[in-house]
T-cell receptor, first 114, second 114 residues
């Protein structure tokens, strides 16, 4: 199992550019989510999905779009990047059901918006 | 809503010192509690967890006990090593406004000196 994979590892964007951060998992997990990590802020939930075709907003969804067409993939789209979106982005997945289920994280994507 | 508060760092210890990182939470009902660790340049990985009151989670010499009466889940290790240098995150999954998503504390950076 590769677990949770993310691409790219690093990206530099100019303000106003768009891009898609890719996330995939091979554990057949129904639940997937995106977090951003900023210094002193911990991890904040952007969007999440409980299955193919179902997505919902987290704590900080503005400026980001998601879709879930397959169980395996959960891309995060920045339609018009802003410097405030400079951050490290983590994708995660887990089984749904019991609240004790372990959540698995990808290695992260470091994004710099100039 | 659900929230997690953990002691602010950074924490600097000498090798073989005793470690405590405090974590308290606010949640409805009986959430599941987790400690995640993030080594430099990597994603988060589960360190230990507890799913009900008085449970003790343990892994790699680290321990934490789910204390319902004090709403706490403090992380402890009797003798830290240089390889334990990382950022530690306390987290919960509850039944309240977080809709079952993981809610993280802000993280505590630990540096262990030889």
């Amino acid at each position: 199992n590769a677990g949770v994979t993310q691409t790219p590892k690093f990206q530099v964007l100019k303000t106003g550019q768009s891009m898609t951060l890719q996330c995939a998992q091979d554990m057949n997990h129904e639940y997937m989510s995106w977090y951003r990590q900023d210094p002193g802020m911990g991890l904040r939930l952007i969007h999440y999905s409980v299955g193919a075709g179902i997505t919902d907003q987290g704590e900080v969804p503005n400026g980001y779009n998601v879709s879930r067409s397959t169980t395996e993939d959960f891309p995060l789209r920045l339609l018009s990047a802003a410097p405030s979106q400079t951050s490290v982005y983590f994708c995660a997945s887990r089984q749904t059901g019991a609240f004790g289920e372990t959540q698995y994280f990808g290695p992260g994507t470091r994004l710099l918006v100039l | 809503g659900d929230s997690v508060t953990q002691m602010e760092g950074p924490v600097t210890l000498s090798e073989e010192a005793f470690l405590t990182i405090n974590c308290t939470y606010t949640a409805t009902g009986y959430p599941s509690l987790f400690w995640y660790v993030q080594y430099p340049g990597e994603g988060l990985q589960l360190l230990l967890k507890a799913t009900k009151a008085d449970d003790k989670g343990s892994n790699k010499g680290f321990e934490a006990t789910y204390r319902k009466e004090t709403t706490s889940f403090h992380l402890e290790k009797g003798s830290v090593q240089v390889s334990d240098s990382a950022v530690y995150f306390c987290a919960l999954r509850g039944y309240g406004g977080s809709q079952g998503n993981l809610i993280f504390g802000k993280g505590t950076k630990l540096s262990v000196k030889p």
